[in-house]
């Protein structure tokens, strides 16, 4: 299952992220700046500046779970 992790990168994100890898999951950890380790996902979108739709929309796109 595809699951987005808001603010991936920080401390509970991160904890979140590695179990659910380690479960199987795909995961993509969603921050303003990238997490610098090559093989994570990520995707960078400031939360607080992306209020419409338009904005999230393509972050959106295949996740099962937010």
Known sequence: ???????GPGLIGSAIQARLSAE??????VSRHPTGTPEA???ALDVAQAGDASSWKPVLAGAAVI
């Open 41 to 43: 996902h990520h995707v």
């Open 1 to 7: 299952m595809r699951i987005l992790i808001i603010s």
């Open 24 to 29: 199987g999951h795909d995961c993509v950890s």
